[in-house]
């Protein structure tokens, strides 16, 4: 049977690993659970495993693991990036990486959507006004996402989960993503345009990697531009937009914004964007949901199943070709 090590700390483990993960566990594989997650045990426990399952808490695998020409076979990262997890030169050596990161994304569109809807209707501000002794003359009024304009930055996972989760409202969906081609946006049904473009939308996510042509991709100047009272999320990375000019922007009322990624983090904000109306704070938890963070390490596990029977690639399933553009 194969074996597969999970080096993960306990606590980690209930967090990633549901019932039925485990009974899929206990069915087809040999099993070894880390009682810690030092290096020195995760090192030990991966010399004698075909499979490693980990996650968040994980140190990194030194490439030492795998000098011999043996150990594992796959590591299957029952969480988002696998960047800090595994050296790239070890998927030389053909080992085969899983991550969850596609799972996570689906929470993450859910995210964003809620943000939307919550702004867009100027629920905040509504709540804000009734805690103030107001009722319905507050003097604005919310508006719909409904065949509205959004503009995507990025193609990534959590892009495409947005992507699938605004097509009921009949959005006009413009991506902008230098590696989109053309057939690829024709599948997601969406157009493609270019930053200055995409960002002249009523609302704007950002889902671009963490990568050093992403870092001040949205400058202040692209923030100007934005239409009045434009909606913008950020649930991807602080650095790939004007922190402080966004916030300008949006403490003179101009746009609203939901930020759940900072530069850095964890921010310092000054009592006036505290008590800000238009703009929604959440400390980096977009992706975190209960139900998303147990279907993890069953996500991953799926796909080295088949892989380990196949070779086949499953969703989960890290592409060499495109590590370096990847989250």
């Known amino acids: 049977m194969t074996r597969l090590a999970v080096v993960m700390t306990p606590e980690r483990a209930d967090d990633v690993i549901s019932a039925d993960t485990r009974e899929l566990l206990a069915q087809n594989f040999d099993v070894s659970w880390a009682e810690d997650v030092s290096p020195e045990t995760v090192a030990a426990l991966a010399k004698d495993s075909d499979v490693l399952l980990t996650s968040w808490g994980t140190p990194h695998l030194d490439k030492a693991i795998w000098a011999d020409g043996n150990g594992p076979k796959a590591v299957a990262h029952a969480a988002g990036s696998v960047k800090r997890l595994i050296d790239p030169a070890v998927l030389d050596q053909g080992v085969a990486v899983f991550s969850a990161g596609g799972r996570i994304a689906w929470s993450v569109g859910e995210y964003c959507l809620a943000a939307m809807l919550t702004l867009a209707r100027r629920l905040p501000r509504f709540d804000a006004a009734i805690r103030e002794g107001g009722w319905k003359q507050t003097g604005f009024r919310g508006s719909e996402i409904a065949d509205q304009q959004v503009g995507i930055l990025g193609a990534s996972s959590t892009a495409r989960a947005l992507i699938a989760i605004l097509k009921p409202f009949g959005c006009d969906l413009v991506v902008y993503d230098p590696y989109l081609t053309g057939a690829r946006a024709k599948e997601l049904g969406v157009r493609t345009a270019s930053l200055e473009e995409t960002l002249q939308s009523g609302f704007v996510s950002l889902h671009v990697p963490d990568v050093p042509e992403t870092k001040g991709l949205v400058t202040r ?85 088949k892989w380990l029977d196949d070779g086949s690639r499953g969703p989960s399933f890290v592409d060499p070709a495109v590590w370096s553009i990847g989250a």
Do not use: C, M, W
């Not at 991807?236 to 949006?250: E, F, T, Y």
């Open 221 to 305: 100047k692209l923030i100007e531009q934005l239409p009045d009272n434009a909606v913008v999320i950020n649930s991807s990375r602080g650095p790939a937009i004007d922190q402080q000019a966004l916030l300008d922007h949006v403490l003179d009322g101009r746009i609203y914004a939901a930020l759940d990624v900072y530069d850095p983090e964890p921010p310092k904000f000054d009592e006036k964007t505290l008590a800000a109306p238009n703009l929604l704070l959440t400390p980096h938890v977009a992706g975190d949901t209960k139900e998303g963070h147990l279907a993890l390490a069953g996500y991953v596990l799926a796909d080295v199943l």
